[in-house]
Structure formats: structure tokens, C-alpha cells
RNA sequence: GGCCCGUUCGUCUAGUGGUUAGGACGCAAGGUUUUCAUCCUUGAAACAGGAGUUCGAUUCUCCUACGGGCUGCCA
């Protein structure tokens, strides 16, 4: 039977850009690719010209570079099956048309949009919300059924405009097995007579669908649930075509956070968190913000996608690409939607951030520095990767709650100073800054040594001087280790925050007074 | 409205004809910590409802409710 190879293909439409739903099906089709050793095909369906996007293209290329799931072959990456881009593969559907109408199996159609429109308005007033053309409606609308063969003849001679429709039979069951669904079974009465060749010379998505997949040979379609309706018809073209129909398998859709419904464009930066993989600016100059620019690394996303839908049927949760791509199947792909959640979201980029080496998180952090015009330091940035990482979910956070490694101190925080800093305190904090220029070793142990030496000398508690220590060297109230933070900084750095904090509280406190 | 698909803690989900229905996120409490975060422990929290089938159904069947998708010369 499927002694075929494996390919699959991600089938977007350049419409705009890709939100998670779209990279989610991307991924599924690339593990399973994987998983079998197959090929994953990127293919463009841009057959309605009206709705041509700039830059879309581009920008589903990008996200699946940057997610890490390039495929094998397709637009923009090559292969022996192209073009790869329906437009650009126009004069191959017409003969495949034209074929189903010598068979009898599809017509020719006059009718203009306008009519149509007409006579759906016209069902609608008399209470039939769903008008079709249909085998029942076909013999009162204007085509090669219904119309003499000679006015047929004269209109395609006079070029009169028209659509190539579908011939669907009376009371036909059409079954098929999806891999995620089982038995789907519906019957002929229910469709209609889809257009499969458009009057502006492109085919419709369905007959451009079949036609590309089944000369690209793919071997299973795996796409989102809301093609699930068209699917018996696609059944239905294969059988027309006499060709063998790939394996179906229908992804359950990812729904709104909140409320009920798919998500949406606007749900995103509705409620703070992204739904593209990129940042989108459309053209009326409105961004859209992606996962990469919220400080997402490509394998927490990955990660968060693949789990939307699937799990590996044990408790682990964080895989990697190449352990996805090993134990990926189909039929551990759930049947119902799932509602995207922002928080586990932001958790699986933390557990991908303190997976990082503290040298690997110093160069992403040296980049966003960059990227951002932001202030850098003469400290080693490894050594305050580590000591924030356990407390950061993305690499900005690093920068924000180490701001004093970066910018120095600015301020010293309102709440910790009016609370902790006592009268006593400036002379304390003399004191502790006399010792500590004597001491040399500045070294994380070394100082706290010192410092519990000093505070059991003046018997005073931890609790009543270490925040005040911490003030004058980070300007803020609470932090990693302070010790830690007086290593990084250094015996200069210290004696001189310490030198212009006492100075500067002492100032803030006097006003006050 | 019609057709199709779905329904286990708030969310993502595991699971079985007989289980204390498991895990994760989030939430709450306690512990650790100079502090914040981390970490550890504990806790609250679910089989949509109704009929069947069965000795027994969360699990199988049907109905209802609810949710979702589709219903274009869009994909």
C-alpha cells in the first residue's frame, strides 16, 4: 500500500501573515516528514489574485526559517517539482478542467456574480439561508446543462465569461478515513457544485489543490480542521481524476484564550501576547507583534506549538526539535481545539532560558543590548547572565532587572530607603565602607565573610543592614545575591557606589527632615 | 437555518469497562532565602446532562445541551 514515500506540504495562502495556527500545521507536517523520512514541501496557494499581499511571502518564508523547520523543497527553497507557486503553475489546471467536462464531470457555468448574489438574496428573503447551486438548482441557472448546445457553442465563441463547476451526483455517500478523525462520511446532497476553474483563467483552490498534490506526489495532506467541510469534495476529485487520494489528516484549530472562537489577528496584542511568529506590520503602518521580537527562542516556541495538540503520551513537556521529530505521530494529535495559554507560554521560554549556558545567554544578551541601543558594560556579561538567568523568562529581563550592571545606579528605590535607611544607618554604612576598602579579595565568599564579620563586630542583624548594602550598590530592594553582585562589580565599583549612595541617600533623607 | 467535527480540573492534557481519575501551567498555603525570583512540600480544582448496553460505565451506543468549523468565481 503506502510503500510511497512520505511528503507532505505546508499549502499557505500569501494573504497576509502567518499566525501560530498556520506555523502549528507547518510544524506537524515537518515532524511527520521527518519522523518518516520524507520530504516537506512549502507551496504557495495564491490563486485568488485579489488578495495579494506584499511581503507575505517573504515574511512565511522567514518564519519558517526562523522557527527551524526550512523545507526540503518549495518556493524560495528549489526542488524538481516546481514551480511551487500556483500562480505560476496556471496553464497546468485548464487541461485538467477541460478533461472533467469531456467526461461529463463538470460544466460550464454563465451565470455572473451578480446573479448569483441575486438569487441567494432572493432564498435568503424566503427564508433558505443556504441557496446552492446545486443538482437541483443547476437546471435553473444559465449553464451547458441547463442552456441549448448551440447557445452554449455561441458563448464560448462570443468569449463570454464563465466558470467550470463540478457535476456533483444526487444522493451519493462519500466516506473517507482521516487519521485524526476516523470515518468522515457525508453525502452529495449536502455539497454543491463547487467552481473549480474561475472566469478569470486561475482554478479555485480545490482543483489547484488536487491537481498540485497529486503531481507534486504528496502522501498525506495534513491541514487545519476548517478544511474538513471540502475535504469530500477533494475525495470526490480524485475519484473523478482516477487518481489515488492522499492520506487526510484534520488538525483540531487553536482557539482564543478568552472567549469563544478561532484566534484571531487581533487577539494578540488584545490581549499581550503575540499570535505571529514575527513581527507584521501591515500596510496601513500597524505592527503586529511575533514571538521572536517578544524575546521567544525559536525552540520554547516550537515547543509551546507542538504541545498544542499533541503530547507524547507521558508526562515530559519540554522536547526539543530532534526529539520532537523522533516521536511525533499523527495519531497522538488530539481531536479538539485547544485555547492558547500566554502564561504556559511564557513558562516554556523560561525553562529554554536557564537551559542556556551563561556564555550563550551573554551573546543574546550582547545582541539585544545592540539591537536596542541600549547602554553596555565593562563587567563580564557571562557572569551576570548567571546570576539573573534563574529568575528571568526572557533575555530583556536580564537587562531590566540588572539594570545596575548596565546603567549604573539612577535612583535608589523610594519604598526600601524610607523603610530600611534609619538614622543610624549613614554611620553604619561609614563604617562598613572603611572596612570595606581594606578588603582585597573581592570574591563573592571572601566579601560575605567580611561583611557577617563586621555586622556580628557591631552586633547588628543581617536583615537590617544587608538591604541598605544593597540600596547604595543597585539603587533597588530586592535581587540575587548581593555578595555575588559586589564579585561582578569589583573592589572600585563597590567603594565608589557606596561613596555616592551614602552621600546621595543621606541628601534625600535630610530633605525629608 | 443546513452540513460536518468536537466535549476530562480555569487552561493544556494523560488515562481505563471496575483507578484514591495522573501530570503541567496558573492559583492558594507553608518551608528555604537578607530580599525578589528560583527551589521544595502541601492544597483547592474535572469526566456537560439524560437515556440505554452491562454485574459495573468517565470509558461503548443514542438523544439533548454546549463549543467550533464550513456554508464565495477566498484560501
Request: glycine content about 8%; aromatic content about 12%.
Amino acid at each position: 500500500m503506502s510503500e510511497k514515500k512520505v511528503r507532505v506540504r505546508f499549502a499557505p495562502s500569501p494573504t497576509g501573515p502567518l499566525h501560530v495556527g498556520g506555523v502549528r500545521t507547518a510544524l506537524y507536517n515537518y515532524l511527520f516528514a521527518r519522523h518518516h523520512g520524507g520530504d516537506f514541501i512549502l507551496r504557495l496557494e495564491d490563486t485568488d489574485q485579489t488578495r495579494f499581499v506584499e511581503g507575505a511571502e517573504q515574511y512565511i518564508i522567514d518564519s519558517l526559517k526562523w522557527a527551524g523547520i526550512s523545507p526540503d523543497e518549495g518556493q524560495g527553497f528549489g526542488g524538481d517539482f516546481g514551480p511551487y507557486k500556483q500562480s505560476e503553475r496556471k496553464a497546468m489546471y485548464k487541461p485538467y478542467a477541460d478533461q472533467l467536462i469531456e467526461q461529463g464531470k463538470a460544466y460550464y457555468a454563465f451565470d455572473t456574480p451578480e446573479e448569483l448574489d441575486q438569487m441567494r438574496d432572493n432564498a435568503k428573503k424566503m427564508g433558505m439561508p443556504n441557496w446552492q447551486y446545486n443538482s437541483i438548482t443547476r437546471s435553473n441557472m444559465k449553464n451547458s446543462l441547463s442552456l441549448s448546445q448551440e447557445e452554449v457553442e455561441e458563448r464560448l465563441k462570443n468569449g463570454d465569461p464563465y466558470v467550470i463547476r463540478i457535476k456533483m451526483p444526487r444522493d451519493m455517500d462519500i466516506k473517507f478515513e482521516d487519521i485524526i478523525r476516523g470515518w468522515v462520511s457525508v453525502n452529495t446532497n449536502n455539497l454543491d457544485d463547487k467552481v473549480l476553474f474561475k472566469a478569470d483563467g486561475m482554478p479555485t483552490y480545490h482543483l489547484a489543490n488536487i491537481v498540485d498534490d497529486h503531481t507534486m506526489e504528496i502522501s498525506h495532506v495534513i491541514r487545519g480542521e476548517e478544511w474538513l467541510p471540502s475535504a469530500p469534495l477533494h475525495q470526490f476529485l480524485y475519484q473523478a481524476f482516477e487518481w489515488e487520494a492522499p492520506k487526510f489528516a484534520h488538525l483540531p484549530l487553536i482557539l482564543k484564550p478568552d472567549g469563544p472562537g478561532k484566534l484571531s489577528k487581533r487577539d494578540g496584542d488584545r490581549l499581550g501576547f503575540p499570535v505571529f511568529p514575527l513581527n507584521w506590520t501591515n500596510s496601513e503602518g500597524e505592527v503586529y507583534s511575533g514571538y521572536k521580537e517578544s524575546g521567544y527562542f525559536p525552540d520554547a516556541f516550537v515547543n509551546i506549538l507542538a504541545f498544542l495538540g499533541w503530547n507524547p503520551g507521558d508526562e515530559r513537556e519540554l522536547f526539543n526539535l530532534d526529539e520532537l521529530c523522533k516521536e511525533f505521530t499523527l495519531e497522538r494529535v488530539g481531536k479538539s481545539g485547544a485555547k492558547f495559554d500566554p502564561d504556559k507560554a511564557k513558562w516554556y521560554n523560561q525553562q529554554y532560558l536557564r537551559q542556556r549556558s551563561s556564555d550563550e545567554l551573554a551573546d543574546l544578551l550582547k545582541g539585544y543590548i545592540a539591537e536596542n541601543g541600549l547602554q553596555n558594560t565593562s563587567f563580564e556579561m557571562a557572569p551576570i547572565c548567571e546570576l539573573m538567568k534563574e529568575r528571568a523568562t526572557f533575555i530583556k529581563d536580564i537587562y531590566e532587572d540588572g539594570k545596575y550592571f548596565f546603567e549604573g545606579v539612577t535612583s535608589y528605590d523610594e519604598k526600601t530607603t524610607r523603610k530600611k535607611w534609619k538614622e543610624q544607618t549613614t554611620g553604619i554604612m561609614t563604617e562598613w565602607l572603611e572596612t570595606a576598602k581594606s578588603i582585597e579579595d573581592y570574591s563573592a565568599d571572601h566579601v560575605e565573610e567580611q561583611f557577617k564579620a563586621f555586622i556580628t563586630s557591631k552586633e547588628l542583624g543581617l536583615g537590617a543592614v544587608l538591604p541598605n548594602f544593597r540600596l547604595l550598590l543597585t539603587g533597588v530592594g530586592s535581587g540575587p545575591s548581593l555578595f555575588s553582585i559586589a564579585e561582578i562589580l569589583g573592589k572600585e565599583e563597590v567603594i565608589s557606589r557606596m561613596e555616592t549612595g551614602i552621600a546621595k541617600i543621606t541628601e534625600l533623607k535630610s530633605q525629608e527632615a
